[in-house]
């Protein structure tokens, strides 16, 4: 493999210490979402999938042939969803220089080649999604950056939205005369690039104050406490319950009881902005919602309609008066079910500024859920 450069060097250095700023930040990256990546003429160097932002070394990134990926436009592929997937992911993994075989790129690594610029930024910020996740994010969109962004709805993640990006990228220049350095992805989060990484930084910023004039992440998330003894009985109830559906002798749960959380948790109505997917991390990290049960008795009901629902056992329970139980095999599963189930309960009151919460649709989270990517993420997560 050929040595980099000292300027190649420099770079991938600034590349590292940008991932770790923003992977660093659970209000812009939880668990292996996000990704990153600094591009010259000829090799894109991109975030590894199952790499962690914040903690991501040189190693971890892939280095891509620019050439092989620009002729993947040339391309046909299946118009069968999964033999697509699987041709395209060929092609990336073809698309790779000589050494990097051990590393599978990131899946938005297209997307990423796509944008003239040389760093690139993808993230999921609980701000940003309190927009992209709101039933009037778009014409707030409109109102606030349509003349330096476009607005991507809500496409398949991987080469669709790759090719989605494309066009819209060619239609801003064509009318603007320029290419666009922040691209808006409806319930998925935001694309930032720029020459420097202060490029990046100063758009992130001026991004975020615009946001946080219009919304703020008002939720109460301060512990409150709960009735002890009621918590005991919840939990020798939920517990052989969750060993039992996650296949499991030992269960690590994790306790959520904000003032904000224990409102959500009162009633069948105050739960509703919970009641389904903002974002994949979500769907991948926490399943694609919580339940909620009145009672422990409602527990074996509420856990066998989920997983004949989704083919998989709830990761999150809200009980009134206890708050949200975050379920896991390890801590650090049952964490990740804790930190994306609070980014949840965020958008879902700071949407409110944007016209109310907007789920994912029914086609894109079973897309999500049967994506061989995915599945590969959350097996590289230790879920």
Not at 65 to 92: N, Y
Not at 192 to 210: H, K, L, Q
Request: proline share 5%.
């Amino acid at each position: 493999m050929t040595p980099m450069n000292t300027k190649e060097s420099d770079a991938i250095d600034a590349l590292v210490a940008l991932s770790n700023r923003y992977g660093s930040q659970t209000d812009y990256v939880i668990a292996g979402g996000g990704n990153t990546s600094w591009k010259n003429e000829h090799t894109l160097w991109v975030k590894g999938s199952g790499q962690a932002l914040g903690t991501i070394r040189a190693e971890g990134f892939a280095k891509m042939d620019r050439r092989a990926l620009a002729a993947l436009w040339t391309k046909t592929f299946s118009s069968h969803t999964d033999e697509r997937e699987k041709q395209v992911l060929e092609c990336l993994m073809a698309a790779r220089l000589p050494g990097e075989e051990a590393k599978r790129p990131s899946v938005e690594t297209l997307l990423h080649d796509l944008l003239p610029f040389a760093y690139v930024v993808h993230t999921h910020p609980t701000l940003v999604n309190a927009l992209t996740c709101g039933r009037d994010g778009k014409a707030a969109f409109d109102r606030l950056f349509a003349t330096e962004a476009v607005w991507i709805p809500l496409v398949d993640p991987g080469y669709v939205l790759s090719k989605v990006v494309k066009d819209a990228l060619e239609e801003f220049q064509s009318l603007r005369g320029r290419v666009p350095q922040v691209i808006f992805l409806q319930n998925h989060g935001i694309v930032v690039a720029g020459d420097t990484p202060e490029a990046v930084n100063a758009t992130y910023g001026r991004i975020t104050a615009s946001l946080a004039s219009e919304a703020n992440l008002r939720a109460d998330l301060d512990p409150q406490g709960v009735g002890a003894a009621a918590e005991a009985v919840f939990l020798q109830a939920l517990v052989p319950l969750a060993q039992a559906a996650l296949g499991a002798n030992l269960i690590f749960s994790v306790r959520a009881s904000g003032q904000t959380i224990l409102d959500l948790a009162a009633t069948d109505k105050a739960f509703a902005p919970l009641t389904s997917a903002f974002t994949p991390d979500h769907i991948v990290y926490m399943g694609v919602s919580p339940v909620r049960v009145d009672h422990p008795a409602g527990l074996e009901r509420a856990f066998g309609d989920y997983a004949a629902q989704y083919g998989k056992p709830p990761r999150v329970v809200l009980a009134p008066g206890l708050g949200a139980f975050c379920l896991g095999t390890s801590a650090k599963t049952a964490g990740q079910a804790h930190l994306l189930f609070l980014d949840a309960v965020k958008i879902a009151v700071a949407s409110e500024a944007f016209g109310g919460p907007l789920f994912m649709t029914k086609a894109a989270i079973d897309f999500i859920r049967n994506w061989e990517v995915e599945a590969f993420r959350s097996q590289v997560s230790g879920k």
